[in-house]
């Protein structure tokens, strides 16, 4: 399951036939059980009181009179979806975005066939939602969310370039008149007014340093850091961690306080913080711990050992225990590598999705963009071309996200799989957040389509000499075959390169029995998909284009009701 659906999970159902929906669930996931009282009204009010999410198998009218006394805040409520049964639909009731609601309904379709039912209005229009992107919100959120889906100018003021997804035209820095009550989201770590026109998401731009003497209160800490946070203006929702020396990382008052915030302690080793230059070095602590600095070093370094990226906001603060420093940390932009799959849209991993819709900014081919355009969010940055741009497009997509954009760089099958990760990430440098996403690869597609012809070792060769000698090559290919390898062929013909794969057969023909099965699948999960299976001594090269992926078996491989098969060799058969 995803970050935002429930941990526990209360299963609630009146009949047998809910019962058995119930079974599914409880049995698919650890997390869940089914709730049993005297009545289902009892055990619908303690799956409320016990778990973060709930999923009943009831009438949703039964449902809402017996919840609703019990409603309190969406922030903390635990999410509802109510299921038919016939388990036809899944409704998220109750905690759609703050509860994971909305994932709860996605992810109990799935495993019952029944359709999502979702009306958080954000949704419905492809919107993000406020209370969606992982960071504390605040202020006029129902308001300002609902004049982005009204089109009503919003007026975006950020500290910083921060990765935020696509936003709709009416969100911009030119957006409302808050002179005449226009609509603001503003994006900052610190404490503004808030007014019934305005909503305040807070980035997670603060790192606090802390040091402490040994059994220190959590009390003293936590007062010292909030006052110093107050004092600077600045708002404790914007912490992304709390930071300190490797020998305070079992301190309970620190540690204690960090789990308080809800935020990861993160320590580092005396040698990295006496590295970082601090305004304020003190040798009583370096005769102490092996550093001049611990607050203020470690608020430099924050999570990820960048100091040079940050800037200190508020030096070291001392109370008789505690002390702490406070680091503003620049924004990093995010890079998602997304492999889309062979190209069917159900065989489209569901965090290629969730990535897609994430990002303010896609590039890729034109033809893969096509293939994904219904799923992005209103206001998503394009940046398409055509064929033999690869480097341009990693170039671009690295640009985008290393000046604080959120960024997907899309292609087919795998990412990583001669497409698009690798020269992407040979300019990615430490600026930016990356993200793989895998994707099914051509060979596994074409694989599933053929049988099982990579039961065992198999390689995956390029056929191109475009950007690879054919010398290197028919090395690659010989050494397939010498060590009977399964060998996939990618880039196997084309109309500019038509001598390459009969080139490779004839290699591979020396090493094999004439008539090792070959299997060849173009358009693997597209329109005009295509199976064709032959032998290494009778395959055609002709009916062989980019479109298509050339699987030769080795020497154990054979049909089977018309199915490659490579055995995997388990000593049991013999």
Same mark, same amino acid.
């Given at each position: ?344 849209? #159900? *065989?489209?991993? &569901?965090?290629? =999705?969730? $990535?897609? +819709?994430?990002? /303010?900014?896609?590039? @890729?081919?034109?033809?893969? !963009? ?94 191109? #000499? *475009?950007?690879? &000698?054919?010398? =290197?090559? $028919?090395? +690659?290919?010989? /050494?397939?075959?010498? @060590?009977?390898?399964?060998? !996939? ?86």
């Amino acid at each position: 399951m995803n970050d935002n659906t429930p941990a526990r999970i209360g299963l609630v159902a009146a009949t047998a036939a809910g019962r058995r929906h119930a079974d599914t669930l409880a049995a698919a996931w650890p997390h869940a059980r089914l709730v049993e009282r005297d009545s289902v009204a009892d055990a619908l009010r303690a799956a409320w009181a016990e778990s973060d999410g709930v999923v009943a198998f009831l009438a949703t009218g039964a449902v809402v009179r017996v919840l609703a006394p019990l409603l309190g805040d969406k922030r903390t409520d635990p999410a509802v979806v109510v299921v038919d049964e016939a388990a036809r639909h899944a409704v998220a009731l109750l905690g759609g975005h703050a509860g994971g609601g909305n994932d709860l309904a996605e992810r109990v379709g799935a495993l019952l066939d029944a359709r999502p039912v979702v009306t958080t209005a954000t949704d419905a229009v492809g919107l993000p939602g406020l209370d969606t992107l992982g960071w504390p919100v605040r202020g006029a959120v129902a308001a300002v969310s609902r004049a982005i889906l009204d089109g009503e100018p919003v007026e975006l003021v950020a500290d910083a370039d921060w990765p935020l997804p696509a936003l709709p035209p009416n969100v911009g820095p030119t957006g409302g008149d808050t002179a005449d009550g226009g609509y603001r989201l503003l994006v900052t770590d610190r404490v503004v007014p808030i007014d019934a026109w305005t909503a305040v998401l807070r980035p997670p731009s603060l790192v606090a340093g802390v040091g402490a003497s040994r059994g220190v209160p959590a009390a003293e800490v936590a007062e010292l850091l909030h006052r110093v946070l107050a004092e600077a203006g600045l708002d404790p929702a914007s912490l992304s961690c709390l930071a300190s020396a490797d020998i305070k990382a079992d301190e309970a008052g620190i540690r204690s306080t960090a789990d308080a915030l809800g935020v990861p302690l993160v320590t580092w080793p005396a040698t990295r913080l006496a590295a970082v230059d601090v305004p304020h070095p003190s040798e009583v602590v370096r005769a102490a711990v092996g550093t001049p600095s611990v607050a203020e070093a470690a608020a430099l370094l924050g999570a990820d050992g960048r100091a040079d990226d940050a800037t200190l906001l508020v030096g070291k603060t001392a109370s008789a225990m505690a002390t702490v420093a406070v680091a503003r940390h620049a924004p990093r932009g995010r890079l998602a590598v997304v492999g889309l799959g062979p190209g069917a849209a #159900d *065989l489209r991993a &569901p965090r290629a =999705v969730a $990535e897609l +819709r994430r990002a /303010a900014v896609v590039v @890729g081919l034109d033809q893969y !963009v096509d293939q994904v355009r219904d799923v992005l969010r209103p206001g998503t940055r394009v940046l398409a071309s055509s064929l033999g741009a690869e480097e341009a497009r990693a170039r671009a997509a690295v640009a985008e996200a290393a000046a604080g954009r959120a960024v997907a760089l899309i292609g087919s099958g795998d990412a990583g799989v001669y497409a698009m990760a690798s020269p992407a990430l040979e300019y990615a440098d430490e600026r930016i957040d990356v993200v793989g996403v895998p994707g099914v690869t051509a060979a596994l597609a074409a694989g599933a389509l053929l049988g099982a012809p990579l039961g065992h070792d198999h390689a995956y060769v390029s056929l191109s #000499d *475009l950007h690879t &000698p054919w010398e =290197v090559i $028919e090395r +690659r290919v010989t /050494a397939a075959a010498e @060590g009977d390898f399964v060998t !996939v062929f990618y880039n196997p013909r084309s109309r500019a390169r038509d001598w390459q794969l009969g080139k490779a057969l004839g290699i591979l023909a020396a090493h094999r029995p004439p008539d090792t099965p070959v299997g060849v699948v173009r358009n693997a999960s597209r329109p005009g998909e295509r199976v064709h299976l032959a032998t290494v001594a009778t395959l055609d090269a002709a009916i062989v284009d980019m479109y298509s992926v050339v699987v030769v078996g080795n020497s154990d491989t054979r049909l089977v009701a018309g199915r490659m098969v490579t055995p995997r060799g388990y000593r049991w058969r013999s």
